[in-house]
Structure formats: C-alpha cells, structure tokens
C-alpha cells in the first residue's frame, strides 16, 4: 500500500481542493468582472421580431422624427414604443410598393389580428432604480444622441451607454457639455457634429435662432433621486 501511494500523496486531496477552490474563485471573479453591465451591456443588440426595422431607414433616410413613433418620449418619463397601428399606417395593403408585402407581412398579420408585436428590449436599468424620467432630460435640452448614440445610422438599435450609476452621475456633475439647443434634441445627425464641434473646440456653431441655454438648476447627485 505504502509503495502505492507515496507520503507526500496525504496532502493531494488538500491541494486538489485548494486548486479547484481557486479555479472556481477565478471563474467567479472573472464572470463578475465581465458579467457586470459596463462590459456586457454596451452594444447589446437582440434580434428583433420584424427583420429589419429599421431606425437607419425610417429615422435617417426618411427622416421621420423620433416623436413621430416615441410620441410620449417629452411628456412622460418612459419613452413609449409605437403600436402596430403606428405602422400600419403606412404599411396597409395596397399603400406602399408591391415588393415590400413580403418584408411588413409580419406588421399586417399583426394588425389583422389585433396583437402587439413582441418587441426585444434593449435599454434597461435595474428595477431598484427609479423610472428614469426621459421629459426632464427632453425638456433640460440632452439630446437623444447623448445616451443612445446615432439611432439615425442603425439597422438594428443596440445599446451604446453603460446606464451605470458613474455614467448618469458623470453627466449630472458636468451636465453643459451634453446640452443642445432644445428644439434640436431629436435632430441626431445636427446634434453629433454639434457635439463634436464643442469637443474638439472647434466654435460650435448653432445657427442663428439656436438658443444655447443654462440649465435652471442642477441634476441631482442625492440617492433618493434615483433610488427608492
Ligand atoms: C417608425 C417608427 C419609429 C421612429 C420614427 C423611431 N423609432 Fe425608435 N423604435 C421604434 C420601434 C418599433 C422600436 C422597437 C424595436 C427596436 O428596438 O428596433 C424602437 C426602439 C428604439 C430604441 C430602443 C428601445 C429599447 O428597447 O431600449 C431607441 C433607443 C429608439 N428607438 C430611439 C429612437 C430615436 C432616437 C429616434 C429618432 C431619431 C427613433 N427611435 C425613431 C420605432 C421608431
Ligand atoms: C411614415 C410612414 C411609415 C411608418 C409610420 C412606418 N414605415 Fe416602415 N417603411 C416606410 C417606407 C416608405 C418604407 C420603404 C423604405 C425604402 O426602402 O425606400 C418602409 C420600409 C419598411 C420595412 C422594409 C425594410 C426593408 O429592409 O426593406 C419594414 C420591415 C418596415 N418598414 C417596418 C415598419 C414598422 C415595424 C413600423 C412601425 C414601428 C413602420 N415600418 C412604420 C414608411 C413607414
Ligand atoms: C439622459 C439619457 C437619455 C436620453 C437623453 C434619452 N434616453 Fe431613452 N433611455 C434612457 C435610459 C436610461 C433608458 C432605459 C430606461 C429604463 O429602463 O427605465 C431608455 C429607454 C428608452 C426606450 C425604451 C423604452 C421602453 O419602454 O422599451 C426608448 C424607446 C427610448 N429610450 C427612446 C428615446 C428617445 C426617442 C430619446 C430622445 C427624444 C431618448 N430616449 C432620450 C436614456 C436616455
Ligand atoms: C448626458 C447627460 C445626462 C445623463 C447621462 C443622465 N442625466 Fe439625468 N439629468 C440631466 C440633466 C441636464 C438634468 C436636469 C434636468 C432639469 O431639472 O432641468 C437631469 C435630471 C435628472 C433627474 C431629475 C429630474 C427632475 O424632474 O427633477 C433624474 C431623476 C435623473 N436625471 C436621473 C438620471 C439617471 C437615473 C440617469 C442614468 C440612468 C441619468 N439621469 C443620466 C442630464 C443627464
Ligand atoms: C443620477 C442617478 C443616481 C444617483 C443620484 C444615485 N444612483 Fe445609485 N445607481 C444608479 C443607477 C443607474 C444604478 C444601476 C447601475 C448598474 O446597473 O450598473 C445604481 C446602482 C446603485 C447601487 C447598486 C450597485 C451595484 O453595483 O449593484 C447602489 C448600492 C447604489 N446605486 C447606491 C447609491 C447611493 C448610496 C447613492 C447616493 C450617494 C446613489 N446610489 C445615487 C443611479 C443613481
């Protein structure tokens, strides 16, 4: 037996342990660092139901204006997402080209039999934080831009801030930065070079009527303004 297993083997069952033990703890940590929002949630696209929604064609090249679909985005604080009416306003048998049947039949099916299309969310913060109020951000002149990105230029949205405590914060101690012209907040390709002019310091350039205004009062830092 002995000449089996060697002395030095009693202690295998402890290493064995420890060695596992520290496998998993690195599994974990590793998982936790990845796992947390900033890492994983920036650039989430789910696969939608309607192939190709598209916010390039319907927001960017026809130039709709987002309140046009989001109509609630400036008077309430969840930006609602259009109902299939909304749609088939447009895509009703017989008003748009031959060729496009095949690609809204999903939207016309929909709407024949009264459902609501199951849209994938993508933007989405925890539920211990309070609804967050997009007419008070609408209304303090912060474009869409500056949390959703160029929605204007995506097929398919995907999500492009962290939505992290340090995100909203960084903005709501420096908030000038991010301000725009309130009439053009929905302007999204106006906003970006607007933007990108006041990074660069290149003199930002508002067209004239373009009021840059200061914000009345400051975004609040105190927990309970986002916390129940
Ligand atoms: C023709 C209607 C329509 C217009 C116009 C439109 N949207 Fe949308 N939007 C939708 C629909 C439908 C969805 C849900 C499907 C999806 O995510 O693509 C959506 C989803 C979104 C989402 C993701 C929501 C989530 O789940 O997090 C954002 C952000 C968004 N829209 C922003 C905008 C912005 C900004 C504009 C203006 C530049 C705009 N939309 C214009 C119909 C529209
Ligand atoms: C104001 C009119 C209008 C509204 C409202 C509208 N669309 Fe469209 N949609 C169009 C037009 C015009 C096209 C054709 C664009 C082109 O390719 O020239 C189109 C194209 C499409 C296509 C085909 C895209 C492709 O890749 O060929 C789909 C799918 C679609 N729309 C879905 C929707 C859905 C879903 C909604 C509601 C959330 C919606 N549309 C609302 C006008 C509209
Ligand atoms: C200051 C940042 C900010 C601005 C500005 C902003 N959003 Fe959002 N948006 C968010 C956050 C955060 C969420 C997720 C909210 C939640 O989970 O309660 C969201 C969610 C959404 C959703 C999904 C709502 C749902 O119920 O599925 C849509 C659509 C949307 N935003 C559209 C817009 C449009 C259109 C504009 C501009 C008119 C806009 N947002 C401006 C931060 C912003
Ligand atoms: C790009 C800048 C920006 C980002 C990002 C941002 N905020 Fe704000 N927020 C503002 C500004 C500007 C105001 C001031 C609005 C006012 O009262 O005039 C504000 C105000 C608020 C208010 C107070 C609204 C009221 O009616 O008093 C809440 C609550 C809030 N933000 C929550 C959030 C949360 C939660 C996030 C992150 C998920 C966030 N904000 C991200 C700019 C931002
Ligand atoms: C401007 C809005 C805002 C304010 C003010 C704010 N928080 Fe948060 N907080 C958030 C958001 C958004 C999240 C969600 C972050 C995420 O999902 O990663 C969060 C997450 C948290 C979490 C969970 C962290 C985690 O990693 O799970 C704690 C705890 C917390 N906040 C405590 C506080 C305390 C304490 C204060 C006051 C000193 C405060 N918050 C002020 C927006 C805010």
Same mark, same amino acid.
């Given at each position: ?148 990105? /160029?929605? =204007?230029?995506?097929? #398919? !949205? &995907? ?8 995100? *909203?914060?960084? @903005? +709501? ?31 930002? /350039?508002? =067209?004239?009527?373009? #009021? !840059? &205004? ?8 105190? *927990?309970?303004? @986002? +916390?129940?």
């Amino acid at each position: 037996m002995s000449a089996l297993f060697p002395k030095w083997f009693n202690a295998f069952p402890t290493l064995a342990a420890v060695g596992a033990g520290g496998t998993l703890m690195a599994a974990i940590a590793g998982f936790w660092y990845y796992a947390t929002p900033a890492f994983w949630a920036v650039g989430y696209q789910p696969i939608q139901p309607v192939e190709a929604f598209s916010h390039q064609i319907h927001a960017g090249r026809l130039g709709m204006d987002c309140r046009y679909c989001h109509t609630k985005v400036e008077v309430s604080a969840e930006a609602n997402i259009p109902n299939v009416a909304t749609c088939y306003g447009c895509h009703a048998e017989k008003r748009l080209a031959a060729w496009q049947t095949q690609r809204v039949s999903l939207v016309r099916q929909a709407y024949a039999t009264n459902e609501s299309i199951e849209w994938r969310r993508v933007n989405k913060l925890p539920d211990y934080v309070r609804n967050f109020p997009h007419h008070a951000h609408i209304a303090a002149g912060v474009s869409c831009y500056s949390c959703h990105g /160029q929605i =204007t230029a995506m097929p #398919v !949205v &995907h999500q492009v801030a962290p939505l992290s405590m340090s995100w *909203c914060l960084d @903005c +709501h101690r420096n908030p000038e930065s991010s301000l725009v012209p309130k009439d053009r907040v929905t302007q999204l390709v106006w906003v970006e070079q607007f933007l990108t002019n006041r990074a660069n310091g290149t003199p930002a /350039q508002p =067209t004239p009527g373009d #009021v !840059v &205004h200061s914000l009345e009062r400051q975004p609040p830092q105190g *927990c309970g303004a @986002c +916390h129940y």
